[in-house]
């Protein structure tokens, strides 16, 4: 007797634990009796008939990933792999048909990527391919979440991690792109020698600018000694001709110039003219460039009104 109750004891308390069921947070669970479906468990602590019911499936709600890698043609005929990330979840009001509608949820989400993938990116070369991956994502997306919601499953998200084309593609497209950086690289070097010469030519232009403003100060400067020179000797001396002054003067400047001259010790030789008559040629050049400066100097002037 004491046998028999110990079993029954054993038999009740093994029928205890096998009727108890702790789901957790997240998940949904299937249950079954006798083979046919009886009700979708929520998480907590729940209870079944042994033997009598069974856990058919224990559905994660959570959201999943699912990656894909796609082979497809471009508009321009070239062949890129994509890889495909789907992040999707079940449904929690549509448990029964995310389990007894699809018997391989995960191979019939990626047929659909396939198909979907492979009808977009036709459409585009493959230069849009890669600026427009996002635009491609949003598409399958949407088009998937039409076809798999009536199965229970939502489509979260859908990305393009990945774009990889013919190793022979992606050569030429390097070899596109480093010609196109040199162009570029030349040009902006051109652009910089061109501004180079440009500075250069400017400088110089005003270099000679200043120099000939120099110059005509520096006669009119001369024009005004001799002036003065040549208003003390007819002061001191009125019987001589101007022009015997002039002579005088240019004579004691040509002998100042060669005195400059000598003194500088990096000049070896100087060509100069061996007679004094020589002084009536520097007389007329001087003349000459007196009056030239005069009319650069005239021109300056109404340039500065």
Known sequence: MIYFNFVLYTLAIFLLIKSIMIIPERQSWVI?????????????????????????????????????????????????????????????????????????PHGQI?????????????????DDVFGKKDDVAMAVRENISQQMEQYGYKIVKTLITDINPDELVKASMNKINAATRDKEAAFQEAEGEKIRIVKRAEAEADSKRLSGEGIAAQRLEIVRG??????????????VDPQEIMQFVLMTQYFDTLTAIGANENNNTVMVPHTPGGMKDFQQQIIEGTFVGKELAKHQKKSNK
């Open 32 to 104: 079954q009796r006798l083979g046919k479906f009886n009700r979708i468990s929520l998480p907590g602590l729940k209870f079944k008939i042994p033997f009598i019911e069974t856990i058919a499936s224990k559905e994660n709600l959570r959201i999943q990933q699912l990656d894909v890698d796609v082979e497809t043609k471009t508009l321009d005929d070239v062949f890129v792999i994509l890889k495909i990330s789907v992040q999707y979840r079940i449904i929690s009001e549509k448990v029964f048909e995310a389990f007894y509608e699809l018997d391989d």
């Open 110 to 126: 990626a047929s659909y990527i396939f198909d979907e993938v492979r009808a977009e990116v036709p459409k585009l070369g493959l």
């Open 226 to 239: 001799f002036k003065e020179s040549v208003e003390d000797f007819q002061k001191a001396l009125q019987d």
